[in-house]
């Protein structure tokens, strides 16, 4: 089992940066595919970006491809993302997601089998 620490979120304007952390306890988090995942109020959970667990491949939702950077640090069980260029409709709460088994680096948040409490990222126009 892996436990999933976000931080780094907050205010920023329109056009500004942010950069989230994820944290993960554990002695296997090399083994996990990891993903973002974010929750605007009313909506559904969606989809952010994936990185596969060598950090070789990563995949990202079209709203947010050429703005958001995935990345991840095996040897501090860290993940990250760089967040450029944000817009008001980035406000939301991020949460980062382990997936033990598929392999797969996937959109699907059935996929991911254990979560963080979530991260609150705020963007003001």
């Known amino acids: 089992q892996v436990q999933l620490v976000e931080s780094g979120g907050g205010l920023v304007q329109a056009g500004g940066s942010l950069r989230l952390s994820c944290a993960a306890s554990?002695?296997?988090?090399?083994?996990?595919?990891m993903a973002w995942f974010r929750q605007a109020p009313g909506k559904e959970r969606e989809f952010v970006a994936a990185i596969s667990r060598s950090g070789g491949t990563t995949r990202y939702a079209e709203s947010v491809e050429g703005r958001f950077t995935i990345s991840r640090t095996n040897a501090k069980n860290t993940m990250a993302l760089q967040m450029n260029s944000l817009k008001p409709e980035d406000t939301a709460v991020y949460y980062c997601a382990a997936d033990r088994d598929s392999g797969v680096v996937s959109p699907d948040r059935d996929r991911y089998d254990y979560w963080g409490q979530g991260t609150q990222v705020t963007v003001s126009s």
């Open positions: 554990g002695r296997t988090f090399s083994s996990y595919i």
